[in-house]
Nanobody, 116 residues
Framework: QVQLVESGGGLVQAGGSLRLSCAASGSIFRINTMGWDRQTPGNQRELVATITTGGSTNYADSVKGRFTISRDNAKNTVYLQMNSLKPEDTAVYYC??????????WGQGTQVTVSS
């Protein structure tokens, strides 16, 4: 099992920045890809960004050029730097991890609210 704990959410004005962190514990040696999803009420969960153990990244078109995902394997932590935030980025952001058996794990979520 893998446990994920997010931090760093909050309220920010449009154009501002936030940095989310996600610390992994448990069977961390089995973790391959980590990333972030987000969800707003009434909508499906949306993939925001992913990063592999080797550092390959993938982003949703809606955040390319504004968000940067990074990973510190020594600290078992993944980060999401969010710049130029827009009101439509308002959502609950969930950290996720995929292990070598292709099982997925999610954190409890952290709220990001961007005011206009």
């Amino acid at each position: 099992q893998v446990q994920l704990v997010e931090s760093g959410g909050g309220l920010v004005q449009a154009g501002g920045s936030l940095r989310l962190s996600c610390a992994a514990s448990g069977s961390i040696f089995r973790i391959n890809t980590m990333g972030w999803d987000r969800q707003t009420p009434g909508n499906q969960r949306e993939l925001v960004a992913t990063i592999t153990t080797g550092g390959s990244t993938n982003y949703a078109d809606s955040v390319k050029g504004r968000f940067t995902i990074s990973r510190d394997n020594a600290k078992n932590t993944v980060y999401l730097q969010m710049n130029s935030l827009k009101p439509e980025d308002t959502a609950v952001y969930y950290c996720n991890a995929e292990d070598l058996s292709l099982r997925h794990f999610w954190g409890q979520g952290t709220q990001v609210t961007v005011s206009s």
